[in-house]
């Protein structure tokens, strides 16, 4: 039995460009000058890990808590706008053909189990994956494990059999630090991410295929033109 681990944010649906203006709309209004650079750093962490991270940097006006829920408010009310977020074009359809092909799908995700739930019933996808894993369900966030051996532990697997497709550093880390097999999915809406650390990368979803990844997980030579492999 092969699993594929899916990242949502930058991977299923190209909303981290959403979260990053939600969370530029957060620094203007809490007067705290985040950089750029420190921004991208901290793609693929939990609302909570991120807002810590913060304010350790910067003196916070508002609690972590507080903070949280104002920016999971204007997400959601991004989120209501039909046009605002997009399934990254392809993901659907490997999706479809993996759950077709008996692959085990599963959800990992920093985002909150509601934003979750409601970006996977948005888009019909809720039916396809055996588990579902929010940043509400772990303790630490990307680059920490947990949240991918989370996984394991719900559909009693070993991690060996695992690929994990991620955009981010924290994640490309985090797939590693629970041995599994990582691909890279490059999204220029994700930010500079340095997915060197991944086994393989893709710039498209639809070079990647049931067979491909059959062949990835079995150690047998994986080739896609638009596939690279990791340093």
Same mark, same amino acid.
């Given at each position: 039995m092969i699993c594929v681990i899916f990242d949502m944010d930058g991977v299923i649906v190209d909303s981290e460009l959403i979260h990053q203006k939600c969370e530029r709309e957060m620094f203007d209004i809490l007067g705290i000058p985040v950089t750029k650079e420190q921004h991208n750093s901290m793609v693929g962490r939990t609302?909570?890990?991120?807002?810590?991270?913060?304010?350790?940097?910067?003196?916070?006006?508002?609690?972590?808590?507080?903070?949280? /829920?104002?920016?999971?408010?204007?997400?959601?009310q991004h989120l209501d706008?039909?046009? /605002?977020?997009?399934?990254?074009?392809?993901?659907?359809?490997?999706?479809?053909?993996?759950?077709?092909?008996?692959?085990?799908?599963?959800?990992? /995700? =920093?985002?909150?189990?509601?934003?979750?739930?409601?970006?996977?019933?948005?888009?019909?996808?809720?039916?396809?994956? =055996?588990?579902?894993?929010?940043?509400?369900?772990?303790?630490?966030?990307?680059?920490?494990?947990?949240?991918?051996?989370?996984?394991?532990?719900?559909?009693?697997?070993?991690?060996a059999s695992c690929i994990v497709i991620e955009d981010s550093v924290n994640g490309v880390a985090a797939a590693k630090g629970a041995n599994m097999k990582c691909i890279g999915y490059i999204n220029p809406n994700s930010g500079r991410q340095d997915l060197s650390k991944a086994d393989m990368t893709v710039d498209s979803f639809r070079d990647l295929s049931a067979l491909k990844l059959s062949e990835f997980v079995n150690h047998r030579n994986f080739s896609s033109r638009q596939a690279n492999p990791g340093n």
């Open positions: 609302d909570e890990d991120m807002w810590r991270q913060i304010g350790d940097w910067y003196d916070l006006p508002v609690t972590v808590d507080k903070a949280i /829920s104002m920016k999971k408010s204007l997400f959601l706008d039909e046009d /605002s977020i997009l399934t990254v074009p392809g993901v659907t359809t490997l999706i479809e053909e993996l759950f077709e092909n008996g692959f085990v799908l599963a959800l990992a /995700s =920093s985002s909150s189990r509601n934003q979750i739930e409601r970006i996977l019933g948005k888009f019909n996808l809720e039916n396809f994956f =055996s588990a579902v894993v929010s940043g509400d369900d772990v303790q630490r966030g990307k680059p920490d494990p947990e949240i991918f051996l989370k996984v394991t532990e719900l559909l009693e697997i070993d991690p």
